[in-house]
Every structure is written in structure tokens, then in C-alpha cells.
């Protein structure tokens, strides 16, 4: 091929305007760039992380080692995933959110970021507007526009407890709007919407005529006797628009296993198969076997880690109130703490004026070495989330550096 050739079929781009413009998820980010300054050797304390610090539970490891030593596991299976784990997950469904669903609605993906992607894939057409609750997860947006939906945002502050309103989603719908993305327990900000809440959404979305996306990863984990509340079950009234997401991450301490799912009705579930099905077929079977372990088994895993968790939530909310400037709301449930930092920027700290919480947080991990992610992230400046799935030790550590370094902050 002669240069001329070449240099007239070279393509104007080398990466498609859909791809480049996702952003890198800030949450990773965080977590590589404290993890890199651990290596090199600097005492980083890391509250970046969403993960629980507790080792995946002995059974379900077993399960996972037994199936490793079976060569029918060394195959392709199916790409709606194994049928004893979608069959135990519908029993599961049932247990936790009272929903019941056939094993044939479940869609097994790798981790509940796949089913995510795929949901909004599945059910968005090129300017369909998803309501999506702000502050809101990180991923939700990106997989929204790569699906050609447009994420419409609805802000609430700490002042409504991070929970948005039926006036405020009203004030937000349009003809375009297709669905409306709920998640209670939150991630970033730990908010969980009460029962009557949960119902008044859901029959606002059934009144509407929206599908309801609804993520429930963080079931599991509430505290102070606030009950987690299905909005499935709350608001019978969807009918058959209505997508759960959930997987074993969370709960059981498998982030690293990748095993998650969606439920839908059966229609959207096949053809999320389909697209599955080319693009990365079965989840591993020993991911999916110990899966299986997990949602077939007990919850006192969970119940235990709830305990160091609760323990761990009570200790950073009431230190991050000690810091003048800083507001943090008590959560409710996952294992974080969104605390509200307004109040501290255009103030002098270290030697600077950070105007934003992606420079407070910039600067809090070059000076005081400990990792939190901005608001940014999430939605709108001027707050940080913090994990508190670390250990006890490093947690003291990490926010008695915080209190240090923030509380020096001078007018
Ligand atoms: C709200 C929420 N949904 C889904 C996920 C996806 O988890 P995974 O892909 O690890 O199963 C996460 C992980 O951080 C999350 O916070």
C-alpha cells in the first residue's frame, strides 16, 4: 500500500467520540493513586475504596475450590449464567425483597457493573432521559450516555438527608424520560429511604409510566434499625417496568469475584442475554459456584461485618463533626460517610486556598496522606465521601490526620 494511500484512509480519530468521552471512574482512581503511594512507600491511609476489608467467607471458598477441580466448570456454560445459581438467586429475591421472579428473568453478569451497563443498555434508545438521583454512583452516568440515554440530575443536599422528593423528580420529568434510577441504600452518601418514601417514589414512577432501574447491591447493610425497603415489593403498582440490579460483592466480600446479575421482565432479559452473549458470554463458573455458596447460604457473614461496620460508621461521622467546617449527616446504611465540606473551601489550609472538593481532596492526600474522593464524582462540588470498610486501626489513624490537618484550616 503506498504512503499516499495510507495517509488518505487513515481515520480522523483513533478513539471513537463515544469512548473518549468516559471519564475514568474517579473511585478507581482514588484507590490506584493511594495504593501506588503505598507502594512507594508513603503511609497513605485509603478511605477511597468500596470494598469490604473482610476475606470472602471459608464455605464460600470451598465452593469455589470444588468446582475448580470439575472439568464440566473448565467450559462454556450458558450466558444467562449457571441455572442453579439463577434459580437461587430468585429464591434470594424472594427471602430479601419479597419480589417474586422466575429463575428464567435472571441475567447472571460480571459483577453488578456489567448489569448495570447492560439495563440501560437494554432499555434506552439514542435522547431517552433516565432521572438519576444525585449524588449518585459514579458509573450510573457514563453507562447511561454510552447506552445513548441523556442522565438528568436531581440534586439533594444534606439538609434533605441526600434524599430527593416526588416535587423534585415531578419538576425533572419530560416526554423523553424513560426511566428513573433508584438506589437505597446509597452509594456515595449511605442515605435510606423509609418505606413510605420508597412507596411514594414508586407509585410516582408507576403514575408516569416510567421504568423503575433499581439497585439494590447494599440490601444488607443498614443500621439503627432502619429497614431496607424493596421498592419492587413497596410499589406493586410498576407492574412489570422494573429492572433490580444486585450481586454478591457487597455482602458477602467478593468484589474481586465478579458476580452480579439483573432481573427484569423476561423480554429485556433475553435480549440483555443476547447482547451477553457476544460480548463476554458466562461469568467464570467458579465465580458463579461460589456465588451460588453465597446467596444458597446464611447471612452471618454479613450480620458480623455489619458489626465492625456499624462500630466503624459511629467512630468517623463523630470525629468528621469534631472538624470545623465539616457537616456529615449520619448514614444509614452501605459503608459511607458523605460528609458536606463547603465550609472549608476558600479557607487556608497547608499553605493553600483550595476553592473545590477535587483540590481539598488533592490536597489532603499529598499533605495529610489519606485518600477520600471528591464530590465531583458524584454530582456537585463541595463534598467528600469516605469509605469506612477499613480496618479500626487505620481508620483511628486516618481520621485523627484529617481532624489534624483540616482542623488548622484558618479563615
Ligand atoms: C451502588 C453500586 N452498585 C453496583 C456496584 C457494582 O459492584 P460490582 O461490580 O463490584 O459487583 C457498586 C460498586 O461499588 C455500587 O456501589
Redesign the pocket.
Known sequence: MSAELTADHVPARRVSARIAAIAESA?LAVDAKAKALKAAGRPVIGFGA??PDFPTPDYIVEAAVAAARQPKFHRYSPAAGLPELRSAIAEKTMRDSGYAVDASQVLVT???????YESFATLLDPGDEVIVPSPF?T?YPEAIRLAGGVPVEVFAGPEQGYMVTVEQLEAAVTPRTKVLLF?SP???TGAVYSPEQTREIGLWAASKGLWVIT?E??EHLTYDGVPFTSIATAAPELGDRLVI?N????TYA??GW???WMIAPLDVTKAATNMQSHATSNVANVSQMAALAAVAGPLTAVDEMKVAFDRRRKAMVSALNAIDGVECPTPHG?FYAYADVRGLLGREIGGIRPATSAELAALILDKAEVAVVPGEAFGPSGYLRLSYALGDDDLAVGVARLQEFLGSAKA
Do not use: C
Open positions: 473511585t468500596g470494598e460480571n459483577g453488578g457493573k456489567q448489569a448495570v454512583w458509573t438506589v446509597s452509594n456515595p439497585d447491591i447494599y440490579l450481586g454478591v460483592a457487597k467478593m468484589t465478579r458476580v452480579g452501605a
